[in-house]
């Protein structure tokens, strides 16, 4: 104990990188408790700082332990690899055989969130680029085909399911693959097996029509293929079919969520800076990832759209704030800001604002008026949140805590109705279990004590818990300079801190953060010196 003392003690990279993040599981945990209990953070009492550093201190412990913990279960080569292209059916043969019982538990899956709109979108032909083009034509076509064929809406939500459900097996399974062929622990394949094929969040969201299920599944192909590349590039660089894969896996990672290919032309020069002796091998793939973009936003995209992305998507967080500020400090408002106020925003979203979705407050906000004197207002934002910066921090960690504080309870829809995740299917499409239990069981993770209230279990399928994970796996890497990890784990991270301008914090959104669970054991117990 006492030499474990000593070697934590003279490792100054430990201490500072550990300190930083256990400050910031400190900010997360008391800031995170206030909001849930009280509704804002008290920053006037010396309370909230000491709770806050307590809290920091104990994370600081514990992540200096793990760390230790880690680096003791570097992994070793075990024994030689099987075949990648026997291991890679197996693992596809063994997801689908194991999803399958469970698809027909909750038979027809979950029609549910984003589908509907998505589907009425493809039904009227009136489709806008408010979600991915390419997921709202597919997902129609599915639906819309079999349900001509078979006269039922549900068989087609299935079939679309059953699509869903391969083309996340393929993913896994590859995933899998490269990491098993990386350290060659078998103890990692059984655990990713097990973890992808029943831990509940990921089954529930793989069996839920969203855009994010397949956006996930591409993102942690993406990641792997990525640390591949830049550990081996002679090998990688050189091989057409697997930097072809790559390159459709960057594009369709771009396309399955707006706001991905802003992290990803973000990310590119980084991955391009750090391969600039391939240049000859990585500019081309890139140059291809371009075209195919170019081509579905310059012609695909106009063939099937009637409008692009509303410019409503990126006032949740400032919208939001504007009306937090009306609602707690009306009394000190002049008449005249409560004019702007009110020419802002209706009735509707004055009366039905909810402090951790700003669903109702964007939809509501008067964008004519605001896109006619732009100047006017975005100067008044301003002075508002110099007047009042404690109502707009409260606002936006109100807004977001979700992410970040495992014991939040999550919003499940506009209303402010609270849960985990929305386990039943809407109009349409209709719930017709043929395997009860199973259906039975999986509702519980809608609104039940596991994951809702004030039972610790929930920290366990909590998403702020993955998240804790992740920026544990982010300073490990740090610490033991795997620059190589790192880069790769960047792409992540930035996606994860454009869903804190978003309107609410949703599982799905960074349903990512489970998916990458396998991979950040792997990266935790890798010797990178070795790679």
Request: proline share 4%; charged share 15%.
């Amino acid at each position: 104990m006492n030499r474990l003392f000593l070697t934590i003690i003279k490792d100054k990279s430990l201490l500072i990188i550990s300190s930083v993040i256990g400050l910031i599981i400190g900010f997360f945990s008391i800031c995170g408790y206030q909001i849930e209990t009280y509704g804002n953070i008290s920053f006037n009492r010396i309370s909230t700082y000491l709770w806050g550093l307590f809290f920091a201190l104990i994370s600081w412990i514990i992540i200096i332990l793990c760390m230790k913990l880690c680096e003791r279960c570097t992994s070793v080569k075990e024994s030689k690899p099987i075949n990648s292209y026997l291991l890679f059916g197996l693992l596809v043969i063994c997801l689908l055989i194991i999803w399958l019982p469970q698809l027909f538990g909750i038979y027809p899956g979950y029609f549910n969130y984003d589908a509907t709109g998505q589907w009425e979108m493809y039904e009227d032909r009136i489709i806008t680029a408010h979600h991915p083009v390419l997921h709202t034509v597919v997902l129609g076509f599915i639906i819309d085909s079999v349900k001509s064929l078979t006269g039922s809406f549900n068989k087609g939500v299935f079939t679309f399911e059953v699509f869903q459900m391969i083309i996340s097996s393929f993913c896994f399974s590859f995933v899998i693959v490269r990491m098993h062929f990386r350290n060659s622990s078998k103890w990692l394949l059984y655990i990713s097996l097990t973890w992808f094929s029943l831990f509940p969040t990921i089954i529930i969201n793989l069996f839920s029509i969203t855009k994010d299920t397949l956006f996930s599944a591409f993102l942690v192909v993406f990641i792997t293929m990525n640390l591949d590349i830049l550990e081996y590039p002679d090998k990688f660089l050189k091989d057409i079919r697997y930097m072809s894969l790559w390159c459709i896996i960057t594009f369709l990672t771009a396309i399955m969520r707006n706001n991905a290919i802003y992290v990803i032309v973000l990310f590119l020069p980084f991955f391009i800076w750090f391969l600039r002796k391939y240049l000859k091998q990585i500019l081309p793939a890139c140059a291809s990832i371009l075209v195919l973009y170019i081509f579905y936003i310059a012609f695909f995209c106009p063939l099937v759209t009637v409008d692009g992305v509303s410019s409503r998507e990126f006032i949740s967080v400032p919208a939001q704030q504007l009306m937090r500020v009306y609602q707690e400090k009306k009394d000190l408002l002049t008449q005249e800001e409560i004019d702007i106020y009110e020419t802002l925003f209706d009735e509707v979203a004055i009366e039905y604002y909810l402090p951790k979705i700003s669903d109702v407050v964007k939809a509501r906000f008067n964008m004519d008026e605001f896109s006619a004197n732009p100047s006017k207002y975005i100067s008044f934002y301003i002075k508002q949140g110099i007047t009042y910066p404690d109502v707009y921090i409260n606002s936006f960690l109100h807004n977001t805590y979700g992410f970040w504080y495992p014991m939040s309870n999550l919003a499940l829809d506009i209303f402010g109705a609270e849960g985990y995740f929305v386990c039943e299917s809407r109009p349409p499409a209709y719930d017709n279990s043929k395997i009860p239990f199973i259906y039975n069981y999986y509702k519980l993770f809608e609104k039940s004590s596991l994951v809702y209230g004030d039972s610790p279990v929930k920290i366990i399928f909590a998403p702020a818990t993955y998240l804790w994970i992740f920026l544990f796996t982010i300073s490990y890497t740090f610490w033991k300079k795997d620059k190589k990890s790192l880069i790769v784990l960047l792409v992540p991270l930035l996606i994860f801190l454009t869903f804190l301008l978003g309107p609410v914090a949703l599982v799905r959104y960074v349903s990512f953060l489970y998916y990458m669970i396998p991979f950040e054991v792997m990266i935790l117990t890798r010797n990178p010196e070795k790679a």
